[in-house]
Each structure stands twice: as C-alpha cells, then as structure tokens.
C-alpha cells in the first residue's frame, strides 16, 4: 500500500494560466475525492467519482474547474485561468466505497500559489 | 449532514490522555461520528468512526453518548506527534460520503 499519491507538492502561477494536478488513489480504491484547502480552514469537498463516473461536484467548482478520471484509475484535475483566489491545496482522497464505512485515505496535497 | 461544535483549542500534556469533544446535537439517526486529524503540511488521517456504540482501535478511543448528540476522542497517552488539527465529522450513511469538514480542534502537546 503506496497510499495516495498526488503530483506535484508545490505549483506557483501566474493569474491567467492553466493549471493541472494529477492523483493517483490507492489501487484497489473505486472512489475518488478532490478537496480544496485555504489557510485557516477545513478541507472543502469539490467533486467525487465512483470509478470513472463524475456523480457529484460542489457550487465551489466554477466552469474553470474541470475533474476526470480515465478508465477509473488515476485523476486530473484541470484549473483554466487562475485567478488569485484560486491559491489553496488541493487534496485527492480515495475510499473502498463500503456502504457505511466511508474511511477517506488522503494525499499530501498540491499547494497552488497564483502570482 | 449534521454540523458539529468543537473547542477552537486544546492543550495537553505528553503523556496523559487527550479528550476531544465534540457536539452533534442536530444527529440524525443513520449518520456516522467520524473524527480525522490533520498534521502540519499534510492531508487529513483518518482516526475512527462510530455509529452508537463506543469504539477503539489502534489510535484512540471513541466515546458516544446514548442521546448521540456529543461525542469524545480520547488518545490516551497523547506525544508530541499527536499535535494537530482534530476534525469531528457527521456524514450520512446513503451510499457514499462528501465529509463536510469545520475548523477543527488544534490540539498541542507540550512536554
């Protein structure tokens, strides 16, 4: 058990560019979570899988957010156009998805700083 | 999911026990107790969760009022890695679970 893998740890910007991070879930793990994280607060849910299948994203995922994840394996999440409020960590989360259980394994995060 | 209240800070001493509270006073009666903790610069770590009755494993112990409406993480021998930010969670139990995470209890343990 490698855990969940996120990549890169750090990404520094400038406003207007697209960005990309990639996670990879634990293997046997059929569910995938993106969080996102600003200084002082609790992670915020932004978008879940059920293997390939987008089932649910947040408010917080404006149309400059887009998430897949290709043959239910590993997941990109892409931010077109940063803009400064974008700057946070972003956290991948994966689960076994047992009705009842829903024990989140987390990544280290990708800490994002728009210039 | 129901919302939870925990203190903003906590102190504690290495070596003796760390009892974290938690209020969940709006519960409902399929949703979870789930508590994670979060370590400087990392992701969140799971600890445990429980439904009614108390649980234990490895980490800590969970401790749940038969109203269900508080409950208590304890880490009995609390060291210095147990500094972190502890999340007390409600979550429903309908399929799959977007944890709605609040700001926690910095709990420092101090030699």
């Known amino acids: 058990d490698t855990g969940v893998s996120q990549d890169p740890r750090h990404k520094i910007t400038k406003r207007g560019q697209n960005v990309t991070f990639r996670c990879d879930p634990i293997s046997e793990h059929n569910r995938l979570y993106w969080y996102r994280q600003t200084l002082g607060q609790g992670p915020e849910f932004l978008t879940y899988f059920q293997n390939e299948a987008q089932l649910e994203k947040s408010r917080l995922l404006s149309d400059r957010f887009s998430a897949e994840r290709p043959k239910g394996s590993f997941s990109t999440l892409e931010i077109q156009r940063t803009e400064q409020g974008d700057s946070a960590m972003y956290l991948c989360?994966?689960?076994?998805?047992?009705?009842?259980?829903?024990?989140?394994?987390f990544g280290s995060g990708t800490q994002l700083s728009v210039l | 999911d129901a919302k939870t209240t925990q203190p903003t800070s906590m102190d504690c001493a290495e070596g003796r026990a760390a009892n974290l509270p938690c209020n969940h006073s709006?519960?409902?009666?399929?949703?979870?107790v789930y508590w994670y903790r979060q370590i400087h610069s990392q992701g969140p770590q799971y600890i445990i969760h429980g439904l009614k009755n108390n649980e234990t494993n490895e980490m800590a112990s969970l401790i749940i009022t038969e109203d269900r409406k508080s409950s208590t993480l304890i880490l009995p021998h609390a060291t210095l890695r147990d500094t972190a930010v502890y999340y007390c969670?409600?979550?429903?139990?309908?399929?799959?679970?977007?944890?709605?995470f609040g700001k926690g209890t910095m709990l420092l343990v101090s030699p």
């Open positions: 709006t519960i409902s009666g399929n949703e979870y």
């Open positions: 969670i409600v979550s429903g139990n309908s399929g799959y679970s977007t944890l709605t």
């Open positions: 989360a994966s689960s076994l998805g047992l009705s009842g259980s829903e024990k989140l394994f």
